[in-house]
Every structure is written in C-alpha cells, then in structure tokens.
C-alpha cells in the first residue's frame, strides 16, 4: 500500500539511512550489510560508538531467531516461571535475554555427551533450537562485522557503564518504539499512534510488582492481544538526549509528549544557536 511505503521511507529518514535525495545514505549503506530490520542494524552500529557490539550482537541474534521461551504444558506453568526468573535482570527483557543466551553457551560448552544441551533447555523450559539459531546468527553478524571492518568491543556485561550504554544503542534505533505506562496498572500507550498495550506474558516484568513507567519495545503485536514484546525500561532524559528532534516534533500530541518536551526544555536551554539545533 502506498501508504505503507511512506511510513517505511519516513522511518528509514529518521534513521539517517536516507540523504536529503531518497537514496541511501553512506550510513544506510552500511547498515544494508546486515539481515537485520533497520532498527536493529542502526542499534547494531550504534554499539560500536557506544562500545556495547558483544552485548549488541546477541540481542540482534536473539531477538532474531526465533522465541527461546517454551510455552508451559498445563500445571508447570509456575515451574516455568520460576526456572525463567533465575535469568531475569531488572533492567529488562533485552539483558534477560544476554542472560540466557550467556548461560546456553556455558552449558554447552560444560557439556561432555551429546543431548545435554537439550536437557538442559528442557529443565529451563527453552529453545534447543532457537538458541542453537540465535548462535548461528550472532556469528554470521560477527563475520559481516569483521567484512566490513567494524570494531567489536570486548564483553563488559554487567557493569554500570555497560548497561548504560546498551540502552543507548538500542534507543539509536528504536526511538521509534517508545511507550509509557498511562496509569501505573500496565497500560502502555504508544508514543508514535497512541495505541494501547500490554506487555507480552513472556516479558521479565509481567506479573511483577515492579512496572517501569517508560518502557522501549522490540515489536508490538495485535495478533498477541495488543502485546509489546522484549521490553526494557528507559529513562525520559536518556531519551530526550538520543531522539532526533524533527521524529520528536512530528508525534501527535499526548501527555507523554509533553513530559518529553519538558525534559528537551531543561536539557537544552533557549539560548541554543542556531548551528547547534540543525
């Protein structure tokens, strides 16, 4: 539909894929190396800026392949949840998921006869097959980046900084995807069509007491019962510094716009120039 069309052109401008032509931008053409939605492969080229690319890269594989969690036969189902909290991380979904990546490849690695990995993906109610995927994919990522000449940052995950600096890779990209919690209840409202969701069952956060009040998403699903999936908390400010102001100023008006511009406000002052806006 033509109007599909537009709303991928707009979203690959925002990104800086395209020049002021339509055509692709030297950065679009890099990010072109890369089976990855554009979201992703600008997250992906963000990191090595941010010095994040090991984390990044199993995020992109994992999120990827397909779903590592295993839906609970009737009666374990709370057996599931508690073997899947053991690699929760209160950040969110996205550092969950280097968690479980992280632990599979230390199984594997641990395991001396054949099978074990999938017992052990049994035990935890996982993917055998989407996690030996998402391995597949992270070193297909790792050999276009090294094609391509990218640095790839040495594994740092955990530390405060590091953390850091995932969010802000991954807000290089998906900006786009930006929703907050109306009511303190897990009503998230979408920033870009003031859509209304929930988050996915499969989410480190549901059915806990702690709901983030800004949350960034990998994909939103209508067929999920208005779901967003892969969800991890982020900071307004963190998103005020990152978003690109013309993608800010054309959001339809909200609330939760409001509360952005307030932080823009404070963090750029009025006497900006000119040259330091454009």
């Known amino acids: 539909a033509p109007e599909s069309l537009m709303q991928a052109l707009e979203d690959l401008d925002y990104l800086a894929a395209l020049d002021n032509d339509g055509n692709l931008s030297e950065f679009g053409i890099i990010m072109s190396e890369f089976p990855l939605d554009p979201q992703l492969s600008k997250s992906l080229l963000a990191s090595c800026e941010f010095e994040c690319v090991d984390e990044m890269l199993t995020i992109a594989a994992m999120v990827t392949a397909p779903n590592c969690f295993v839906p609970a036969a009737p009666g374990t189902e709370e057996i599931a949840l508690t073997c899947w909290r053991r690699f929760s991380h209160p950040a969110g979904d996205h550092f969950t998921l280097i968690n479980i990546f992280n632990a599979f490849r230390a199984a594997t690695a641990n395991s001396t006869e054949p099978g074990n990995s999938e017992k052990w993906c ?54 786009m995807h930006i929703a907050r919690d109306v009511d303190g209840s897990g009503n998230y409202l979408m920033l870009t069509h003031k859509q209304v969701a929930q988050l996915h069952p499969f989410s480190s956060y549901y ?7 800004w949350v960034l998403f990998h994909e939103f699903s209508i067929s999920e019962n208005n779901s967003i999936r892969v969800v991890s ?9 990152l ?13 939760s716009k409001d509360i952005l511009q307030e932080v823009i406000n404070h963090l750029a002052p009025v006497s900006t120039t000119k040259e330091e806006q454009k």
């Open 122 to 175: 049994r035990d935890y109610f996982l993917s055998c097959s989407a996690l030996s995927m998402a391995e597949m994919i992270r070193a297909e990522l790792v050999e276009i980046m090294k094609r391509i000449e990218l640095p790839i940052s040495q594994p740092d995950f955990g530390s405060e900084g590091n953390l850091l600096s995932i969010k802000k890779a991954l807000l290089s990209g998906y900006f």
């Open 233 to 241: 908390e982020i900071s307004p400010h963190l998103f005020a510094e």
């Open 243 to 255: 978003v690109p102001q013309y993608y800010f100023s054309n959001l339809p008006p909200s609330e």
């Open 207 to 213: 059915n806990t007491r702690r709901i983030p009040e």
